[in-house]
């Protein structure tokens, strides 16, 4: 995946980023498997520097830069994963099974049955992508504040 151009805003250029990533790994749905072995090489090192040195403009530094992008690599990591999984190999059924056993077993699932878990036609994974990287985003940013 290609490097952004840097910009004056670091959780623009973070956002940019991590949304590449997924894509690339979205689109190559094999990739996230390769996560369980080290991954080191120029292109891993390039992105990595670009996102660190976006969070060294958002104010982190020491641990607080180490946690924060560990944070965003595995929140990408993870999403892009979770999200390939189902794409690739879930049972379009076994979900909807799922929501429907929620539905019916709402006194013993009311967190679950009241927030819509797993209602594909409420929150699409691009929305669900989107808040939660900001939400990494802001925690980011307080991390990099207390590190």
Known sequence: MPIPEVTDDWRQDARVLVRAWRAAMLRHPWAPGLI???MLGPNVLARTEFLQAALVRGG???LGLTVA?????NYVI?????EATWR????PGARAAAREHVAASADTYPT???SGHLDDSRWDDDLLFEEGLDGVLRAAARAGASG
């Open 36 to 38: 369980g072995r080290p």
């Open 60 to 62: 982190c530094g020491g």
């Open 69 to 73: 992008t560990r944070m965003l690599a």
């Open 78 to 82: 993870g999403a892009s994963l979770t």
């Open 88 to 91: 690739q190999h879930a049972d």
């Open 112 to 114: 679950l049955h009241a």
